[in-house]
């Protein structure tokens, strides 16, 4: 009983943890978004042919929406670990996983992520639910 209380105690540190990264997400991905696209008008497009204007303007719409959703799945994730959902805990399995290749906090967070919710305790607690 006394592994199953550290447990969840370990469990609402990996959902806070992930609300408080995907915010700080959802906050790089508007900022890149607005942030390109100002920087796209500085760009002279009369001296750059229209196929790399339509790759660079891709690219600058592309990139922060990858983020922002990647960063709104370790938020509903979050959110759904604090009330300990199911599949939340595979979400953020995911989102751990992938999150392990931001080096070097990315890669604390996942392996501590996968660490807590890959326990056979952890996984107990949420069939319980």
Known sequence: ME????????????????IAFSIFGLLIALFAYFGLDFARS?????????????FVS???TV??????????FGLIGGIGLLSQQGWARY?????????????PIGTLAGVYSLWV??????IKLFERK
């Not at 990139?63 to 709104?72: E, K, N, Q």
């Not at 919710?117 to 952890?122: G, I, K, V, Y």
């Open 91 to 103: 979400i953020i399995i995911i989102v751990a996983a992938l999150g392990m290749l931001n080096i």
């Open 3 to 18: 592994e199953a209380v550290k447990m969840k105690k370990h469990v609402t540190i990996v959902a806070v943890i992930h």
């Open 117 to 122: 919710l890959l326990q056979e305790e952890t």
């Open 42 to 54: 500085f760009i002279p497009q009369d001296e750059i042919p229209a196929a790399v204007m339509k």
């Open 58 to 60: 891709l690219l600058f």
């Open 63 to 72: 990139v922060p929406i990858i983020i922002g959703f990647s960063a709104l």
